[in-house]
């Protein structure tokens, strides 16, 4: 059973995006098995290392967009992104150094922000994407 479960209202109604947003739990639930079945480092380190690019690449596609629209809360949105990747990173450079393990703490806040920000920011966007025709 999946760790971060896709719902319809997580949907922003553009399809690129909504795939990118389903890859991103496939990635944490990856990350949740992994540190749930104890398969160790060699696993972990690669989920990640995936985690983080993936989230670089879609972010990236996600601000490209709400530029290319002009959308009028793009550097707010930016900020979460920078304030969530900074954290990931964190994540990920301690892990790397062993002065922290992926724990349940780790996995709870990559769910409560990835669906609190779906939720709320990115259907923002959503809404404003839609009224100028991207879906």
Not at 56 to 73: K, T, W
Request: proline share 2%; with cysteine.
């Amino acid at each position: 059973m999946a760790y971060l479960n896709w719902d319809p209202q997580y949907s922003v109604h553009v399809k690129s995006l909504d795939q990118d947003h389903q890859h991103l739990f496939a990635i944490v639930n990856q990350l949740h098995e992994a540190v749930h079945s104890r398969r160790g480092k060699q696993v972990l380190q690669p989920v990640l290392a995936e985690l983080l690019a993936y989230t670089l690449r879609h972010f990236g596609r996600e601000e490209a967009i709400m530029r290319s629209c002009a959308y009028p809360r793009l550097r707010a949105h930016m900020e979460q992104h920078r304030i969530f990747t900074a954290q990931v990173e964190q994540f990920s450079k301690q892990y790397s150094a062993g002065v922290a393990a992926v724990t349940a703490e780790v996995l709870d806040f990559l769910t409560e922000w990835l669906s609190s920000h779906i939720l709320d920011s990115d259907q923002q966007y959503g809404q404003f994407l839609r009224a100028k025709g991207i879906v």
